[in-house]
């Protein structure tokens, strides 16, 4: 397909890594690593382009002409009868002055310095979590680290009740299919759905609540920035504490689970974290990269563009394989290992661009805790791999993972 132009391609293949398989989720990489060597601006059967490069993938993010939506304003990927919640009006699927718009008004409670203030409470979920794993002789990573970890600070940041995270937790995994929902078998479509109605109820009650009694916290925030004149309407604040809630919960417990696995599963390297500690934020970034949360994410093309050899018209719909891209080994030395000494370990998890990730620093800063503690704490442990299963989510997330101490 390399030399091709899209218009002289009719159909296409999944290259031998159809990402709806539901064997793929299981090892990803083999067949990640396949596809990008065999056909690295993939026509999918879908009429979609994969691209697999880092390179060809950091230049989509960077240069390329692109929208989030097709030209009459639909997305390419999400579910158009997806009606209350729909991820259709979140920040995500916007462009230019109207996703600037969004992103503003939501920033403030990331950045360095607010999250400074919220970084003891890590510490002490963190702390607690392993105490009492070390009481138990074991623990199940994703419920009493992952998951407990993230969701109670997103709830922090947005002034959520915290005994509501169970159902938090349900929802937001449903949710998260949502963003691929055209591609999905009909049952995920109807759950995802159902989702966003219970999650649309519930945060416009919530809305009403915290109109009524303001607190200080994001929710209240972004109602005071609508009373400030800045048309933020109901359907729109409910939309976007719902998006923030999924984006906040499903892709750090991606983080954190995964990355603990991988610490399992080559102690050399939780013992080296063990031992030198400093090494933490680079190890942040190798868990990022090693076994990446979101594997693929979407661009349409405002313009035609050149990606690698192959010429992709105007409207063409990108995905851009950030799980292929950071295993990419004209990027990376042997990519296939996890190495929390790395140099240059510039992953690309985080997408690019005017959409890269929001939640970044909050996110790093949650698994550095979660991580430097886990391993200098913890001794050696193994997996239940009988009791090991995916959630829901679309998102690369476990369901549960209960390790054992030896
Ligand atoms: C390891 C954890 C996380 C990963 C891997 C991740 C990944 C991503 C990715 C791939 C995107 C799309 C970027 C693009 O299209 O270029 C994104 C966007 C976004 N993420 Fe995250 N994310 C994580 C944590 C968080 C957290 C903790 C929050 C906080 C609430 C968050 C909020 C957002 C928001 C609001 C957007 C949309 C930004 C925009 O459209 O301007 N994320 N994230």
């Excluded at 809305?207 to 359907?235: C, F, M, Y």
Aim: proline fraction near 6%; glycine fraction near 8%.
């Amino acid at each position: 397909m390399s030399d091709a132009t899209a218009e002289s391609a009719i159909v296409g293949d999944w290259g031998g890594a159809d990402p709806f398989a539901p064997s793929f989720r299981d090892d990803p990489y083999p067949a990640l690593n396949q596809l990008r060597e065999s056909d690295p601006v993939n026509l999918t059967p879908v009429g979609t382009w994969r691209i697999s490069r880092y390179a060809d993938v950091a230049d989509v993010f960077r240069n390329a002409p692109t929208s989030m939506t097709l030209p009459d304003g639909s997305s390419p990927n999400m579910d158009d009868q997806d009606n209350r919640g729909s991820f259709r009006e979140f920040m995500l699927n916007k462009d230019g002055p109207d996703h600037i718009r969004l992103r503003r008004l939501v920033l403030g409670a990331f950045t360095p310095r607010a999250l400074k203030n919220i970084e003891n409470q890590i510490e002490l979920i963190v702390g607690e979590a392993l105490d009492k794993a070390l009481k138990e002789g074991g623990m199940e990573v994703i419920e009493d680290l992952a998951l407990r970890v993230p969701s109670r600070m997103i709830c922090r940041i947005m002034g959520l009740p915290e005994e509501d995270i169970d159902l938090f937790t349900e929802w937001t995994a449903m949710r998260t299919n949502a963003f691929f929902a055209r591609f999905l078998p009909d049952e995920v479509v109807v759950g995802a759905r159902k989702a966003g109605e219970d999650m649309a109820d519930y945060f416009e009650a919530m809305i009403k609540k915290r109109r009524a009694q303001p607190t200080d916290d994001l929710l209240s925030n972004l109602i005071q920035s609508e009373e400030d004149g800045d048309r933020l309407g109901d359907v729109e604040l409910a939309v976007q504490a719902i998006g923030l809630l999924t984006a906040g919960f499903e892709t750090t417990i991606g983080l954190i689970g995964n990355g603990t696995r991988a610490f399992i599963e080559n102690p050399e390297q939780s013992r080296l974290l063990k031992e030198q500690p400093e090494l933490a934020a680079n190890a942040v970034e190798e868990c990022l990269r090693f076994d990446t949360p979101v594997l693929f994410n979407w661009r349409v093309l405002t313009d035609e563009y050149k990606v690698g050899e192959t010429v992709l018209p105007t409207n063409s719909v990108l995905w851009m394989m950030l799980g292929s891209a950071n295993h990419d080994p004209l990027q990376f030395d042997n990519p296939d290992v996890f190495d929390i000494q790395r140099k240059n370990v510039g992953h690309i998890s985080f997408g690019g661009g005017a959409h890269t990730c929001l939640g970044n620093q909050l996110a790093r800063m949650e698994a550095r805790h979660a991580f430097r503690s886990f391993c200098s704490r913890m001794p050696q442990a193994k997996i239940r791999y009988d009791e090991f299963e995916w959630s829901e989510s679309f998102f690369r997330v476990m369901g549960k993972m209960p390790i054992e101490f030896s």
